[in-house]
């Protein structure tokens, strides 16, 4: 069975930074393009960033220059730096990978951000 587990999140103030992980278990972990997803109270699941196999990465427009996404294989984990955090970056982020025909998800991660 695959497992993914985030953990990170937390409640920051504006133009903060945090850093959130994600362990996969379950899976041969290097060779998955993986995803960081977020949802923010009423509105709905987003894509934000993801990384390849081999390292290479997309970013929404609404994270671009600010939250960066890697890897760790040996580690099997994923990271989402988080800089210069706003309000609008307040929801539960995911972690997502497409494995066997199955879509997974974690059970989130909560970022605040607030004054």
């Known amino acids: 069975q695959v497992y993914l587990v985030e953990s990170g999140g937390g409640s920051v103030q504006p133009g903060g930074s945090l850093r959130l992980s994600c362990k996969a278990t379950?899976?041969?972990?290097?060779?998955?393009?993986m995803n960081w997803y977020r949802q923010a109270p009423g509105k709905q699941r987003e894509l934000i960033a993801n990384?390849?196999?081999?390292?290479?990465?997309n970013y929404a427009d609404s994270v671009s220059g600010r939250f960066s996404i890697s890897r760790d294989n040996v580690r099997r984990t994923l990271f989402l730096q988080m800089n210069n955090l706003n309000t609008e970056d307040s929801a539960k982020y995911f972690c997502?990978?497409?494995?066997?025909?199955?879509?997974?998800w974690g059970p989130g991660t909560l970022v605040t951000v607030s004054s």
């Open positions: 379950g899976i041969n972990f290097r060779l998955y393009t």
């Open positions: 997502n990978v497409w494995a066997r025909g199955t879509s997974f």
């Open positions: 990384i390849t196999d081999v390292h290479s990465t």
